[in-house]
């Protein structure tokens, strides 16, 4: 079974960006998140948006 939600940092791995830049998209609504305990969740479903999202804005730019 695929994972539904990833660590942050293992998310942001996923997406090629650093820390910092993964956090910022956390603020800015990009990437949605959950807490399960302590410990902090991004969804699969919001980095494949995500993705998206950029492929589409790369396609129109071209």
């Known amino acids: 079974m695929e ?3 990833l660590p942050p940092k293992e998310a ?3 997406i090629g960006v650093g820390v910092t830049k993964g956090y ?3 603020a800015s609504g990009d990437l949605q998140t959950f807490k399960v305990g302590r410990a902090t969740r ?3 479903e ?3 948006a995500y993705v998206a999202r950029q492929i589409e804005l790369c396609s129109k730019a071209a």
């Open 3 to 5: 994972p539904l939600a």
């Open 12 to 14: 942001f791995a996923a």
């Open 46 to 48: 919001s980095i494949r």
């Open 24 to 26: 910022e998209l956390i």
């Open 42 to 44: 991004v969804t699969t």
